[in-house]
């Protein structure tokens, strides 16, 4: 896939070799892997993220793959995951800088940067003290038709998450929420898939990590209905009758992961 590079990156990088240019990008180190590194960096005044890809080796593949879980082999997940949000009108990040190197799955080197979305706090944030603090109800209301509405674009999309926790939710806070004048965009895709249409598999792992990581936030049962209601886009008492089995097993997933994040915490 051909090298993507705006600016300030381009003028900044130009005839240079920009692997060598974006590993020796120094800030602030937030995941620091054999096979992968997250920092935030600054250029002109303007912050961004940086993930670089090193490949994670045979043994990582073949170990994901013999339990079951696909490997994230580079950055080429979160360009093209970015790229069909933007085109599909799903606020998420920008790039502006992608490359990757390298035919052999194991060893590929590739990178993105993105803007830094901010001033920004996510929803797992804004939402944690909702319990003992509930908000407004057109706030709360709002804030369950947006991500309802995103996630189901999404899918519609042909894009699956994978993370989908309400802590990759991020509201923009320069300016106070008032009815549905607010941004949220849709971060951390680096593992998300896409497709042509999103397998009905993919959908209910997100909707279900999604639900388990809401379950500390006070959510009513109208709450959840509502939910559904924007999610689906059809009249709720439809949604009830033609999805009894998904939702079924929601509430049974939901309460494994949770049960799982109580015994062993972070280690979910």
């Known amino acids: 896939m051909k090298p993507f590079l705006a600016e300030p990156f381009a003028s900044l990088w130009a005839q240079q070799d920009i692997f060598a240019a974006a590993e020796a990008l120094q800030g602030q180190v937030y995941r620091e892997l054999e096979g992968r590194r997250t920092l935030r960096t600054e250029v002109g005044g303007h912050g961004y993220f940086v993930k670089i890809h090193r ?72 939402c944690m003290d909702w319990p003992h603090n509930p908000p407004p109800p057109a706030i709360k209301h709002a804030l369950i038709k947006r991500v309802a509405t995103m996630l189901g674009t ?80 059809q009249p709720l008492r439809q949604v009830l009758q033609d999805e009894a089995q998904l939702l079924s097993w929601l509430e049974v997933k939901a309460g494994q992961l949770y049960e799982r994040k109580q015994r062993y915490g972070d280690a979910l």
Request: charged share 25%; proline share 3%.
């Open 154 to 233: 999404m899918h519609r999309a042909g894009v699956n998450h994978r993370d989908c926790y309400i802590c990759h939710f991020l509201l923009h806070t320069d300016k106070p929420m008032q009815g549905d004048d607010f941004k949220l965009s849709l971060i951390d895709l680096h593992r998300a898939q896409t497709r042509n249409a999103t397998p009905q598999r993919w959908r209910n792992k997100d909707l279900a990590a999604l639900y388990f990581s809401a379950l500390d936030i006070g959510l009513t049962q109208r709450d959840k209905l509502r939910f559904l209601k924007s999610y689906f886009v």
């Open 55 to 126: 490949g994670v080796g045979w043994g990582e593949i073949f170990k994901n793959l013999l339990t079951a879980k696909l490997p994230v082999l580079g950055a080429r997940n979160e360009w093209l995951a970015i790229e069909r949000l933007k085109q599909a009108g799903v606020d998420t990040m920008t790039a502006v800088a992608f490359a990757e190197r390298g035919s052999n799955p194991a060893k590929q080197h590739s990178f993105i940067i993105t803007e830094e979305l901010a001033p920004t706090i996510s929803l797992e944030d804004y």
